[in-house]
């Protein structure tokens, strides 16, 4: 088919447009199927100390597991989800399997105090969800203390009283909440005033201009995140930085005082048990101190 504005505003959709409307829908099957076939995993990156390498925390990130097509990422289901109102059944899915793998992450010696930072959907801020997360944990044995929820400014900007609500009930309950990409989109400074935010996660853009080849770029970015990070701090927040890839933009970083950040340097997102083998290899004894979750 070839686009056209017809003479009575009838538009025949061109192949691109046929393209993007026929990916969806297989998009939208893969979720279903996989909902109902457990195709959906968690992908687990750490979160380390700049300081001293050490593992803080881990970010649980979605992935749709297709037995013939590989790996999707979330960019490919997010939006979909959201739209076909699926997003809620997913979460609730991702994460109970990271709960369980925060359980066997702990197991192992030095971790049972590290965190679980999980991403949330605006939509999934329902009136419901401090409680059901308060039973999961207690169903896992997890102190809330040890969960991070990550929201963007989304969730802040829908302005709608229950997320205030959510976001008051789930800091009661002790867990944390990270604002994710911080310093892209219609990021306001107010909303570190408003609503309970522990830790900011400067956006993995500002980590690569860092060290950009231009020292126009490099300047302005370093101005801007030493911006970011001195407000953060002024507001109580503890700052991770995101997408660190070279050694370089780790001295940069560590140096501007940033206590925390995670990127392929450190670790790409791994499946459980290539974290735990890892991870396992890192607590012995005689094993590198810094940079714990290295190469
Ligand atoms: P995010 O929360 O900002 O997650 C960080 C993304 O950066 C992840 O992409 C991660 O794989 C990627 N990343 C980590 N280190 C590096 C690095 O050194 N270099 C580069 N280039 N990328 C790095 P991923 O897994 O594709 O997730 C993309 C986004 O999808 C996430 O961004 C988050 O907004 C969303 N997402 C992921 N999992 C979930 C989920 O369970 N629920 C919801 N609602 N959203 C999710
Ligand atoms: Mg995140
Ligand atoms: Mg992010
Ligand atoms: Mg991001």
Same mark, same amino acid.
């Given at each position: 088919?070839?686009?056209? #504005?017809?003479?009575?505003?009838?538009?025949?959709?061109?192949?691109?447009?046929?393209?993007?409307?026929?990916?969806?829908?297989?998009?939208?099957?893969?979720?279903?199927?996989?909902?109902?076939?457990?195709?959906?995993?968690?992908?687990?990156?750490?979160?380390?100390?700049?300081?001293?390498?050490?593992?803080? #925390?881990?970010?649980?990130?979605?992935?749709?597991?297709?037995?013939?097509?590989?790996?999707?990422?979330?960019?490919?289901?997010?939006?979909?989800?959201?739209?076909?109102?699926?997003?809620?059944?997913?979460?609730?899915?991702?994460?109970?399997?990271?709960?369980?793998?925060?359980?066997?992450?702990?197991?192992?010696?030095?971790?049972?105090?590290?965190?679980?930072?999980?991403?949330?959907?605006?939509?999934?801020?329902?009136? &419901?969800?401090?409680?059901?997360?308060?039973?999961?944990?207690?169903?896992?044995?997890?102190?809330?203390?040890?969960?991070?929820?990550?929201?963007?400014? /989304?969730?802040?900007?829908?302005?709608?009283?229950?997320?205030?609500?959510?976001?008051? /009930?789930?800091?009661?309950?002790?867990?944390?909440?990270?604002?994710?990409?911080?310093? &892209?989109?219609?990021?306001?400074? +107010?909303?570190?005033?408003?609503?309970?935010?522990?830790?900011?996660?400067?956006?993995?853009?500002?980590?690569?201009?860092?060290? +950009?080849?231009?020292?126009?770029?490099?300047?302005? +970015?370093?101005?801007?995140?030493?911006?970011?990070?001195?407000?953060?701090?002024?507001?109580?927040?503890?700052?991770?930085?995101?997408?660190?890839?070279?050694?370089?933009?780790?001295?940069?970083?560590?140096?501007?005082?940033?206590?925390?950040?995670?990127?392929?340097?450190?670790?790409?997102?791994?499946?459980?048990?290539?974290?735990?083998?890892?991870?396992?290899?890192?607590?012995?004894?005689?094993?590198?101190?810094?940079?714990?979750?290295? +190469?």
């Amino acid at each position: 088919a070839r686009k056209r #504005g017809g003479k009575n505003g009838v538009q025949v959709f061109d192949n691109n447009m046929v393209d993007i409307a026929r990916r969806r829908l297989e998009v939208e099957q893969f979720i279903d199927q996989g909902l109902r076939e457990d195709w959906f995993t968690v992908h687990l990156q750490p979160i380390v100390g700049l300081a001293d390498g050490r593992v803080s #925390g881990f970010e649980a990130l979605m992935r749709l597991s297709h037995p013939e097509r590989g790996i999707l990422p979330p960019a490919e289901i997010v939006g979909v989800a959201e739209e076909n109102g699926s997003i809620g059944r997913i979460g609730e899915r991702i994460l109970s399997k990271a709960l369980a793998s925060l359980a066997a992450i702990s197991r192992l010696e030095g971790m049972n105090e590290t965190y679980l930072a999980v991403n949330f959907s605006p939509l999934q801020f329902e009136a &419901t969800l401090p409680a059901r997360l308060a039973a999961q944990l207690l169903e896992n044995g997890i102190t809330p203390s040890r969960i991070v929820v990550e929201i963007t400014e /989304a969730v802040l900007m829908l302005d709608n009283p229950v997320v205030r609500e959510v976001l008051d /009930a789930l800091s009661d309950l002790g867990c944390r909440i990270a604002l994710d990409d911080f310093g &892209t989109g219609y990021s306001s400074l +107010s909303y570190l005033n408003r609503f309970p935010v522990d830790i900011v996660k400067v956006d993995q853009s500002f980590t690569r201009s860092l060290s +950009s080849e231009q020292p126009d770029v490099r300047r302005k +970015s370093r101005m801007l995140v030493e911006g970011i990070r001195t407000i953060s701090h002024q507001m109580g927040c503890a700052v991770v930085a995101e997408g660190i890839e070279t050694e370089e933009q780790w001295n940069i970083l560590q140096n501007m005082h940033i206590e925390f950040g995670q990127g392929y340097l450190l670790s790409r997102p791994l499946p459980l048990d290539a974290l735990l083998e890892k991870l396992d290899q890192f607590a012995m004894p005689d094993s590198p101190g810094r940079r714990a979750a290295a +190469s």
